[in-house]
């Protein structure tokens, strides 16, 4: 087989171990991989880079990922189904693996339709693919917030100050109510449970009245306050798969319980560094796995599916099952963040 491999959405640590293990995985099969810059855009335009052992030594332990990422959606143009078909034609393209989360893989779905040869991979720092238990970069994501948590214990202590810390996580609050956890957040705001800031306030009055002369809030930034009864946005405008640029949230409470409770309150937008930096052991060895699944599974007569990892097995499910609606936080584990209030 000719495979074409391609990174979409917003990049996350483990993308360059997953192109890898695929490249390393189909060479062993004595197939050929190219690589499609700049996720869909790449199909579209017929821009794409031959990946060979050589080109993919030495990348296992960094982020980002050599393909480049952006979030093309294809079939916004009129043209782009032929576009992209004419492209796989001229090209020769037997199989695409997709390398992304929900947006990613819609457009793989679609293409899948129109009797394209797909396998997907999930990748989400957010870790809200259904189907499978972890994605690529999650846990390299809830790692930045558990140290940014740790460090900010010790200069919260020190100034008696509130100390908040926004997380991404648009629709799902793997991150914040995972990060949290693991950094002893005294307060967790997740996606999934509606908040108001009273709420808040009178969890740090209690901690003050107990003698805690200083709190730590994680909240994602698709937290909802029930004050506003929606997210808070950077702005209006929205992406090519109409998801607006969530953030604020985090500047919005400081605002509201340094005026409310007289406790000097500060934030910190972890942003961007939640998706830097090297990948942790998990990610480098859940990317190499589902890398070689994802070959394997084409090698199988297997497409329309996505590769995914079930407790400790690695499985395919369909695209269709991927794409049912997001992976939600599991409130078991923030009804336990709850008795460290």
Request: proline share 4%.
């Amino acid at each position: 087989m000719r495979l074409a491999v391609l990174t979409g959405g917003g990049d996350a640590p483990g993308l360059n171990a997953a192109i890898r293990a695929v490249v390393r995985r189909a060479l062993d099969g004595n197939h050929e991989v190219i690589g499609l810059r700049n996720g869909w855009l790449g199909l579209l335009n017929g821009d794409v880079v031959p990946l060979t052992r050589d080109s993919v030594s030495g990348i296992l332990p960094r982020g980002g990922t050599i393909l480049g990422t952006s979030r093309t959606n294809p079939f916004k143009a009129a043209d782009g189904g032929p576009r992209m078909l004419e492209t796989i034609a001229r090209l020769g393209i037997d199989a695409i693996v997709a390398i992304g989360g929900d947006d990613t893989l819609s457009v793989a779905l679609k293409l899948h339709a129109m009797g394209v040869r797909v396998v997907g991979i999930p990748k989400t720092m957010d870790n809200d693919v259904p189907g499978t238990d972890y994605t690529i970069g999650f846990d390299t994501a809830v790692n930045v917030v558990m140290e940014a948590c740790d460090r900010l214990h010790t200069t919260a202590e020190a100034h008696h100050r509130v100390m908040i810390v926004e997380v991404m996580g648009r629709d799902a609050g793997w991150v914040a109510g995972i990060g949290g956890l693991a950094g002893g957040a005294d307060v967790i705001l997740v996606p999934e449970v509606p908040f108001t800031i009273e709420d808040v306030c009178q969890i740090v009055r209690r901690r003050h009245e107990r003698g805690r002369t200083f709190s730590i809030i994680v909240v994602a930034e698709g937290a909802k306050p029930a004050d506003f009864g929606m997210p808070i946005t950077q702005d209006a405008r929205v992406d090519e798969f109409g998801h607006v640029r969530l953030g604020g949230v985090g500047a919005l409470l400081a605002r509201e319980v340094e005026a409310r409770t007289g406790h000097e309150t500060r934030v910190t937008v972890l942003g961007h560094l939640q998706r830097g930096g090297s990948p942790t052991v998990f990610d480098r060895v859940l990317a190499t796995r589902l890398g070689v699944a994802a070959v394997e599974a084409l090698e199988a007569g297997k497409d329309g599916v996505m590769v995914a990892v079930q407790g400790t097995k690695i499985v395919t499910v369909s695209l269709q099952e991927a794409l049912a609606g997001t992976n939600r936080l599991d409130l078991q584990l923030y009804q336990l963040s709850r008795l460290f209030h």
